[in-house]
């Protein structure tokens, strides 16, 4: 067991990168030794995010002017299509969790058919492991690189998983429709984000071609219906899932799969019968709770699960992630309380 490493967050001045933060400061084997944001370099974080304005925290810096001889890990925050060029030219004795879209995808053409151009660093894909803790802990104990799942995925992969590989469930018609709160776009200025262009409201987007869509039929080999919507809060996501039920199969044995599935994680949890999660339960927390119902239509049942879409949705599962590459115990940092109201 390694007892402390130092850390670099690259892109530290995104939600992501803040998350982070947030969870590595009372975590007991690390010590932040470089942040950067290229738009912020010279800075105190306090000037991006000032609720970190008492915390011992270096000032933000280029990528260029970090000195990774002095860094164990790096956490790379950057925005979708960046990240491929700049882990490329990291040095070799590096172990880099990616929270970006760049590394999820096994195939390089399905990358390039949905992010709309072609991948960077398709040799270093190659050694990449999608870091879904729970269904990856084995591949990503011995990792180098890690693929951070997004937001949509792991609340979608995490109920479906285990009832695909019990055959359970049947592998055609999955529908998944799921909500986010609006910290899933990022940091970012745009109109559409924009306080009163939210609250009060709900709107699809990416109608049938967003891209998560790949990522989750990759992780649960089977195509799928999906369709995620904005929703007027901080954080959060909520995934309703529609399934058929394979022979005899009903609601309770789909529960009770997930109970024998996850009764060692300490982060996904199955609610009894009847009982439907809400965000507010794992809001800044690292948890997965799902709810198992059965439909009215005889032979479908119905899934609903609820992550932070900025901690087990992002950088919770990183850290989760990074305890198992370093072979700490997987709750360290994480034992977060949801934050209720």
């Not at 990168?17 to 950067?36: D, P």
């Not at 979708?80 to 490329?88: D, R």
């Not at 005899?248 to 997930?258: E, F, G, P, S, V």
């Amino acid at each position: 067991m390694t007892k402390n490493i130092n850390i670099a967050i690259l892109g530290a001045s995104g939600y992501t990168g803040a998350e982070l933060i947030h969870i590595l400061l009372a975590h007991s084997h690390v010590s932040i030794k470089a942040l950067t944001g290229d738009s912020s370099a010279g800075k105190d974080i306090a000037e991006v995010y000032p609720h970190l304005r008492f915390k011992d925290l270096p000032k933000l810096i280029t990528i260029a002017q970090v000195d990774f001889a002095k860094i164990d890990l790096v956490f790379c925050c950057l925005p979708h299509g960046t990240s491929q060029p700049v882990i490329a030219k990291l040095p070799k004795h590096l172990k880099i969790i990616d929270l970006s879209a760049d590394f999820r995808l096994a195939d390089p053409a399905l990358y390039k058919q949905w992010y709309g151009h072609g991948h960077q660093a398709v040799a270093l894909q190659k050694e990449a492991v999608y870091g879904l803790t729970e269904i990856h802990r084995a591949q990503i104990k011995k990792a180098r690189l890690i693929a951070n799942p997004g937001c949509y995925p792991t609340s979608a992969q995490l109920p479906l998983i285990p009832l695909l590989k019990a055959k359970a469930i049947l592998p055609g018609g999955i529908i998944i429709d799921a909500k986010s709160g609006v910290t899933g776009a990022g940091r970012k200025v745009a109109q559409n984000m924009l306080f009163t262009e939210i609250d009060g409201g709900i709107n699809a987007y990416g109608i049938a071609n967003h891209r998560h869509t790949p990522e989750i039929e990759q992780g649960l080999g089977t195509t799928v219906t999906f369709t995620p919507h904005l929703m007027p809060m901080n954080r959060g996501i909520l995934s309703t899932i529609y399934v058929k039920l394979a022979g005899k199969n009903t609601a309770d044995d789909l529960r009770a799969i997930l109970l024998k599935a996850y009764k060692n994680e300490p982060f996904v949890h199955i609610l009894p019968e009847g009982i439907s999660p809400s965000t507010h339960q794992v809001r800044g927390t690292n948890d997965c709770v799902i709810g198992v119902f059965a439909d009215r239509i005889k032979g479908q049942a119905i899934l609903v699960s609820v992550i932070d879409n900025l901690v087990k949705g992002a950088s919770g599962q990183a850290v989760q992630n990074m305890n198992v590459m370093f072979d700490w115990p997987e709750e360290t940092g994480l034992q977060l309380t949801a934050l209720f109201p």
